[in-house]
């Protein structure tokens, strides 16, 4: 569930407990309580913000102080980035808390998601967001090898034992630096379970005794697991881009690989439609046959000594999360197989893979998050065949998926049994899902699954939609619908079956720029994952 944001270019499972480790099986109340009366919070001191973006909408920022190990109170603390943005409207509603995925992402920025609901219901309330544990702003932070993401790696798909070999032992080898890192102490403690109390913990310095939760992508993820470790202290619920909590996450991943062949085959149609434009093809096979041409001329010669294989995958991925990207995708593509131009692609793939200090942080704690979150299989018998049979069928992402998450395999701390979602203790709440129905980060079965959990729940289906997590990006009909919920806990009507509550549209994709224009990505976007 890899995960990016538009400013990079771009959504586990009870691990540890709260104040005492609490298994799956006991009550929410038992570790609401214990965490409640662990650890003595303090305001946060709240003041000005560096980050110039988050100045211009009017936000404040400060840090949150919070044990390191939530069943050790006494114990050391660590720090967490924390911003809000007041309300600015009456009546004043209560705050919401939001998450714009990852897991690994910084999340102070989405503060400022309240002046994209409609009516200006976002208005009425103060909007909070968090560098998790371990990311961003946040002190200390995860990082094991800046230089992992570099050029020229070694083909994601293993022609041979030797470059199976190759991949092998550098997945390995990132583990292991892993457990060696300078923030090596985060390891044990940056499961979903400890940032939903970190969560509760801002909810007390705050003073509220409820509060909403907005999750994106793997941020659904962690309303469910805050939704069942704090079940009386929802307002309300908004997922966008559900995460099924009874897939994650070794299994979420391989149901990603074909949703992504899906998503890929879209832009490619997409691309198709304008043969004049991009002059790849003007068929969905013929634009494909051409990204395969170019896949194998990079494997003979990478681009600039720098784009191989994998780096065109990598930037090429991006179109498969939202459609907005298209034309910037598209764009790159065409320079680099008709003219050789490879600036493009470098750029689309180093937006998703910086460079610099503690590059890798993002990818450090997404891993150190979904490794210990859930149990991962140690056998590469069962990661080499899951992928060799998903590949068959899906030979875009299926073996770069592998790669992203198989540190998992030898992680140096072990995962623990996923969190039981259930929904208990939520009568009342409102609780609203949306997503397209060919997302693939997030693919709409977990939102049907989850719809299934919480039957009080209602899901905005963006009906024929490739794209992952597009909430508050201007389709009315999805939009209003949180609006109608942040503003009175409205909900559309339950329907019977397995299926969406409300059909809307999906996001509409662009038409290519005019000629001569300049082709850049849109400036407003939610959080998506891989």
């Not at 991006?318 to 600036?343: E, I, M, T």
């Not at 024929?464 to 999805?478: M, N």
Request: charged share 20%.
């Amino acid at each position: 569930m890899r995960s990016k944001t538009v400013a990079a270019a771009v959504a586990g499972t009870l691990a540890a407990a709260l104040a005492t480790i609490v298994p799956a099986t006991v009550p929410a109340a038992v570790g609401e309580t214990a965490a409640a009366a662990a650890f003595q919070v303090q305001p946060v001191a709240w003041g000005r913000c560096a980050d110039k973006s988050l100045r211009s909408a009017g936000a404040e920022c400060g840090t949150l102080t919070v044990p390191l190990d939530h069943a050790d109170p006494a114990g050391p603390t660590i720090g967490l980035a924390v911003a809000r943005v007041l309300h600015t409207k009456q009546p004043y509603r209560g705050a919401v808390f939001t998450n714009p995925g990852g897991p690994g992402s910084d999340g102070t920025w989405v503060a400022s998601y309240g002046q994209y609901v409609p009516r200006q219901v976002g208005l009425t309330y103060d909007w909070y967001g968090i560098d998790p544990r371990g990311t961003g702003a946040s002190d200390p932070i995860l990082t094991c090898d800046s230089s992992y993401f570099g050029w020229d790696r070694p083909d994601y798909v293993p022609a041979t034992a030797k470059a199976m070999k190759q991949w092998r032992t550098r997945t390995e080898r990132y583990a292991q630096d892993c457990g060696k890192a300078k923030a090596r102490r985060l390891l044990d403690h940056v499961r979903t379970t400890d940032t939903a109390a970190d969560f509760d913990l801002l909810r007390q310095a705050i003073g509220l005794e409820k509060v909403t939760i907005f999750g994106f992508s793997y941020g659904t993820y962690l309303a469910q697991v805050y939704a069942t470790l704090f079940p009386g202290h929802v307002q309300a619920l908004v997922m966008d881009g559900v995460v099924d909590p009874d897939r994650v996450f070794y299994r979420s991943n391989l149901d990603q690989d074909p949703a992504f062949q899906k998503s890929f085959d879209a832009f490619l149609t997409w691309v198709a439609k304008y043969p004049r434009t991009y002059h790849l093809g003007a068929s969905r096979t013929a634009v494909e046959k051409r990204y395969r041409q170019l896949r194998q001329q990079l494997a003979r010669k990478p681009a600039g000594g720098k784009v191989g294989p994998d780096e065109l995958d990598d930037a090429l991925l991006n179109a498969g999360y939202f459609n907005g990207y298209y034309p910037y995708v598209a764009d790159a593509f065409a320079a680099l197989a008709n003219k050789g131009r490879a600036a493009g692609i470098k750029a689309l793939y180093r937006s998703s893979n910086p460079t610099g200090k503690a590059a890798d942080n993002g990818y450090a704690m997404y891993l150190a998050t979904e490794c210990t979150d859930a149990v991962w299989p140690t056998a590469w018998q069962t990661w080499r065949k899951d992928s060799e049979r998903l590949h068959r069928k899906a030979p875009f992402l299926t073996w770069a998926n592998n790669w992203f998450n198989a540190p998992c395999r030898t992680w140096p701390v072990k995962g623990t049994q996923r969190v039981q979602v259930t929904g208990a203790g939520l009568d009342g709440v409102p609780i609203l899902l949306l997503s397209e129905t060919h997302d693939a980060a997030t693919p709409y079965a977990g939102a049907l699954a989850v719809r299934r959990i919480f039957p009080g729940a209602s899901l905005v289906a963006g009906v024929g939609g490739y794209s992952h997590a597009v909430s508050l990006s201007g389709v009315a009909c999805t939009d209003n619908a949180i609006a109608d919920v942040l503003a009175s806990g409205a909900l559309p009507r339950r329907k019977a079956g397995n299926g969406a509550d409300k059909e809307c549209r999906p996001l509409a994709a662009p038409k290519p720029p005019k000629k001569g224009a300049r082709v850049a990505p849109p400036p407003h976007r939610a959080w998506w994952g891989r």
